[in-house]
T-cell receptor, first 108, second 113 residues
Framework: KNEVEQSPQNLTAQEGEFITINCSYSVGISALHWLQQHPGGGIVSLFMLSSGKKKHGRLIATINIQEKHSSLHITASHPRDSAVYICAGLYNTDKLIFGTGTRLQVFP | ETGVTQSPTHLIKTRGQQVTLRCSSQSGHNTVSWYQQALGQGPQFIFQYYREEENGRGNFPPRFSGLQFPNYSSELNVNALELDDSALYLC????????????FGPGTRLTVT
């Protein structure tokens, strides 16, 4: 079964905390997208990675191909980081399979 | 550079009707994909079009169909609407499929009554 599973489902943090969101995926998925969705629906692509690690500002994404696991880290979290974070796996190069999302709330 | 746009923003239809949603790709992008997102759930992949041809499809019935035009804009058509079709419909464009960054539109919220 083609699956992408995220954890945790919900996450609350105090401003400044280090955040980690996890994504596990099944065989057949060759790359991972990390997406951010704000209230109202708009989705922004954060990263697309098939190996190693990528960094953009306070965001870091890593992927371990052998373990079929990816993580999204947010350093020095801020209330504006509050959003739903979604990982999506690329299956067979022509399908995206989405996780259910992690709802993050960062309080001042 | 113009981003991805979708129209209409909101739409209310009656069960059994047909609907057409539209998406304009970001300039230079040749691939568009469509997603359905029910309230409180993650998006689900409907299909992708690359250079006017369908190039991948999720688990949606044939009453969900699409088109991509020579200017790479796209339509999603849904026939025989059902109540469960009520959702946010998102499109995303890219330079060449899912191996590239996806640029999402703001979505069309469809309500079926």
């Amino acid at each position: 079964k083609n699956e992408v599973e995220q954890s945790p489902q919900n996450l609350t943090a105090q401003e400044g905390e280090f955040i980690t969101i996890n994504c596990s995926y099944s065989v057949g998925i060759s790359a991972l997208h990390w997406l951010q969705q704000h209230p109202g629906g708009g989705i922004v692509s954060l990263f697309m990675l098939s190996s190693g690690k990528k960094k953009h500002g306070r965001l870091i994404a890593t992927i371990n191909i052998q373990e079929k696991h990816s993580s999204l880290h947010i350093t020095a979290s801020h209330p504006r980081d509050s959003a739903v974070y979604i990982c999506a796996g690329l299956y067979n190069t022509d399908k995206l399979i989405f996780g259910t999302g992690t709802r993050l709330q960062v309080f001042p | 550079e113009t981003g991805v746009t979708q129209s209409p923003t909101h739409l209310i239809k009656t069960r059994g009707q047909q609907v057409t949603l539209r998406c304009s790709s970001q300039s230079g992008h040749n691939t568009v994909s469509w997603y359905q997102q029910a309230l409180g759930q993650g998006p689900q992949f409907i299909f992708q079009y690359y250079r006017e041809e369908e190039n991948g499809r999720g688990n949606f019935p044939p009453r969900f169909s699409g088109l991509q035009f020579p200017n790479y804009s796209s339509e999603l058509n849904v026939n025989a609407l059902e109540l469960d079709d009520s959702a946010l419909y998102l499109c995303a464009s890219s330079f060449g499929g899912f191996s590239y960054e996806q640029y999402f539109g703001p979505g069309t919220r469809l309500t079926v009554t």
